[in-house]
Every structure is written in structure tokens, then in C-alpha cells.
């Protein structure tokens, strides 16, 4: 007879330990009788107890209960709902001591993985730590039992919404008002079949993009537009695909951000990509135009190049720039953007990166600049060809250390350059994403 296993039964006793180091999601990494355990709320160096919250073959995950010996990084989380939401992990660690982790993983990322070390480590970047949020996506989930319509980020380590008021992160235009789109969204008929809310703010509009699984009736667009008259917010719905969003509230809407030091306005839609974090984009941008020492005659290749965010900016300092990105409608929205600063010297193609492109009219060219800001994913596919181009100078934008850690390895050990310099930039304060820059020279 078939009988269905059993889960192990979890100790219902306080375990103390002390906390080793924190993993890559932010929990303490301690070990019971050899076996890894993640816990919850705990901070490396800490000496404390926790409580078991389930078992794997591999690992164990736990929970703080008890703290005997705090961090000295350890601070008081700002936010009301730390405990429960998942949308940060480290708001119980000061913000100079989550970057200089961050710097650590980057650094051990680079050695075990690639095999390379930099010579020189850039100094963090960093700026505002809350309400630095410009781009976000909020579940929104009508809990029949509650009654009401529940509106953030999922809670941590579960699939549901988190019953939050603000977030601390997100841009105050939205931020605060998590509660006010909660009982808006409750006083409608479709107040079940609203799934999500995409929010884009630029310097001067907020932008939020209700996603609609169903038409809404005339009653319930009124809400929405009455809401938005009276807050000011710009509102979208989308009922299928990016394709279908369209603009409720109000006739026109435009975002844009600018970048003053090099006099340029980007314009943007609500669904494309842009950097959550505009404070880092503007020092990130200045530190990617110096590592590259970029001269009057240069000719540089702006690889996974968006909306034409380094783009345009180096363009102001070069001869010429090419600019490759896989979305044909990001390519296009970074050629009007050209136009309407005036620069004429970028030229843009749409290529899907994560395949070879060795066959690209733009790949039988020299380059004595180049710039790669790929997804998470990193460039595999086209590193292998970028020592070919004639580059002196790469500088490598990441947001996940461990795919710069393999492709570092093999620009370093296969390819003739070797790794000058590299940092972090706190691009997500109180979270454990590691955003980097890397600078890479011939030998």
C-alpha cells in the first residue's frame, strides 16, 4: 500500500548559533552539525538563536529568535512591514555595510568563478537609499476573506501579497499612496481582475499602468480618472500585451528624464527599461564616460544599448558611436531621442545579442571604445568576438556578478586583456541585487 511520506517533523526549539555570512538573497548562513542553514533576519558575525521554519536534503532555513550579539551594522528597518515583504531583505543593515557586502560578493564572484582579481577596486557608488524607486511592478490581489484588495510586493518567501500601507523605496508619488490605490482599486467592479500595477516615474510625471484581465466598465474608468485628476498620476491600462497599453488619464502624457551634464533629454514609454535608481544612473553614466577615456577621434560600440542611455552621452564626446539592442522598439524610441538632442553620429541596429552576431555589417568594423550592458544573463555569445573588434578599452556594466565573473574570465585568461578596475554601485539599496562596472585593457 502506497502511503504518502511524511514531512520530518521542524524542532520546536530555539537553536543558537553563530551567523557566518549572509547568502546571495540576504540571510545569515550558520551550520548545525555540518548542515547549512539560512536564516532569516540574521546578520553575519551575529550571535543568536533561531527557530526552524522547514528542511531540505540540503539545507536547512530558519528564522531569528533570539539576538545575544548584534552587528554593529544592524539598525532599526525603517519600514512598518520589513518583517512580511519581500520586496527588501537587508533594512536591518546599515546601508555602508550592505554595499561593502555587495563589494564582497562581487570580489568573490570574480575569483571563484573567473579566476581574476582587479587591480585596482573602484569606490562604491552610491546615493539616496529611500525613495529612490523609479520603476516597479505591484502585485494587486482582492483577498475575499479580507474583503479588500491588497496592493505591494509578494511577501517574503511566499507567493502572496504582503498587507503593507507606503513602501520606503518606491518613490514617494506612489510610495505613499499604496494604501489610497488599495481602497480605490476595492471601490471597483473589476476590483478582482486587476492584476498589477507597472509604475514608471520620470523628473516630473508619474506614470501607472493598470493591468485589466478584463474590460472595464465605463463606472470603473471614471474611478480611475477621477483618482488620477485629483493625485496628479498619469494613467495607463493594458488588458493584453505591452502592444495593447493605452493612455486613460490624461490626453498626453510624456516621460523623460535628463541628464544635465551632457544636456541631454531621454523619453521613454511606461513599459520600456530604464534604470530604477536615476541618482545612480547619472554617476554610473560619469564613470563609465571616464573609465573609457574617451577621445575626439574615438570610435566606440555601445553593446545592449536601450533607449541610447550611455549612447547619446558618449556620442557628445566621440567621432562615432554604434548602438546594437535586441528590442526593435527601444532602438527606435533611442534613434528619436538622437534626433532630438541633435546628435548625429550614432548610428543603431537591431540585433538579438544573445546569438551570434559575427555575420552584422557592425561586426566587420574596429572600435577603439566599447561599452556592453547586457541582462542578467551577461554576454556570452558575443564575448568570444570582442577581442577581434581592436578594442584598447571595454567597459563592462553588470547587474549579476556572477555572469561578469565568467565573461571577466574569459576576456582575462583566453582573450589578451586584463581587468583594471572594478566596483559596485548601490543601484538597490536594502536589496541584495549587486549592480558592478569593470574596466577591462589590453595586456
Known amino acids: 500500500m502506497n502511503r504518502r511520506r511524511r514531512k ?29 542553514v539560512f536564516v532569516d533576519g540574521a546578520l553575519a558575525g551575529e550571535d543568536i538563536s533561531f527557530l526552524y521554519t522547514g ?41 555602508g555595510g550592505q554595499i561593502l557586502a555587495k563589494q564582497q560578493t562581487l570580489l568573490d564572484n570574480l575569483r571563484r568563478i573567473g579566476k581574476v582579481e582587479p587591480e ?18 505591484l502585485g494587486v490581489k482582492y483577498v475575499t476573506k479580507k474583503g479588500r484588495v491588497l496592493v505591494g510586493f509578494r511577501e517574503k518567501h511566499k507567493p502572496y501579497i504582503a498587507d503593507i500601507q507606503r513602501c520606503e523605496v518606491l518613490h514617494p508619488s506612489v510610495g505613499e499612496r499604496l494604501h489610497g490605490l488599495a481602497d480605490l482599486i476595492s471601490g471597483m467592479q473589476a476590483r478582482a481582475r486587476i492584476a498589477q500595477i507597472e509604475v514608471a516615474v520620470g523628473d516630473d510625471t508619474t506614470v501607472l499602468v493598470f493591468r485589466n484581465l478584463d474590460p472595464l466598465s465605463q463606472d470603473d ?15 495607463y491600462l493594458q488588458p493584453k500585451g505591452p502592444d495593447s497599453i493605452e493612455l486613460l488619464w490624461p490626453e498626453a502624457s510624456t ?48 553593446l545592449f544599448c536601450g533607449l541610447g542611455n550611455f549612447t547619446m552621452p558618449i556620442a557628445r564626446k566621440v567621432a562615432a558611436v554604434v548602438g546594437v539592442e535586441g528590442e526593435a522598439g527601444l532602438v527606435q524610441r533611442a534613434r528619436e531621442n538622437s534626433q532630438r538632442n541633435g546628435i548625429d553620429n550614432v548610428e543603431y541596429h537591431v540585433v538579438d545579442l544573445n546569438e551570434s552576431a559575427c555575420d552584422q555589417p557592425w561586426m566587420q568594423h574596429s572600435y577603439d571604445k566599447i561599452l556592453i550592458d547586457p541582462p542578467r544573463s551577461g554576454a556570452q555569445e558575443l564575448v568570444p568576438n570582442l577581442a577581434e573588434l581592436g578594442a ?21 585568461n583566453e582573450l589578451g586583456y586584463r581587468l583594471i578596475a572594478a566596483g559596485v554601485m548601490d543601484m538597490f539599496p536594502h536589496t541584495t541585487h549587486v549592480e558592478s562596472m569593470a574596466l577591462f585593457g589590453r595586456v
Open 120 to 137: 585596482t577596486l573602484l569606490a562604491p557608488l552610491t546615493g539616496p537609499v529611500w525613495g529612490y524607486r523609479n520603476k516597479a511592478r
Open 221 to 235: 474608468r471614471q474611478k480611475l480618472t477621477d483618482y488620477a485628476q485629483h493625485t496628479g498620476l498619469h494613467i
Open 255 to 302: 516621460l523623460r528624464y535628463c541628464l544635465p551634464d551632457q544636456n541631454i533629454e531621454v523619453r521613454f514609454l511606461p513599459s520600456d527599461f530604464t534604470q530604477v535608481n536615476p541618482a545612480i544612473n547619472k554617476i554610473m553614466i560619469q564613470q563609465a564616460l571616464k573609465l573609457l577615456d574617451l577621445q575626439e577621434s574615438d570610435t566606440v560600440l555601445d
Open 8 to 36: 520530518p517533523r521542524l524542532p520546536n526549539y530555539p537553536v543558537r548559533v553563530s551567523v557566518e555570512r549572509l547568502s546571495h538573497d540576504g540571510r545569515g548562513i550558520t551550520h548545525v552539525d555540518g548542515k547549512a
Open 392 to 412: 584598447d578599452r571595454i567597459v563592462y556594466v553588470s547587474c549579476h556578478p556572477a555572469s561578469l565573473a565568467r565573461d571577466a574570465g574569459m576576456l582575462v
Open 55 to 95: 528542511r531540505a536534503r540540503k539545507h536547512d532555513e530558519g528564522r531569528l529568535c533570539e539576538l545575544f550579539k548584534a552587528s554593529p551594522d544592524r539598525v532599526e528597518p525603517k519600514c512598518a512591514h520589513f518583517d512580511i515583504c519581500g520586496g527588501c531583505s537587508l533594512q536591518h543593515q546599515q546601508p
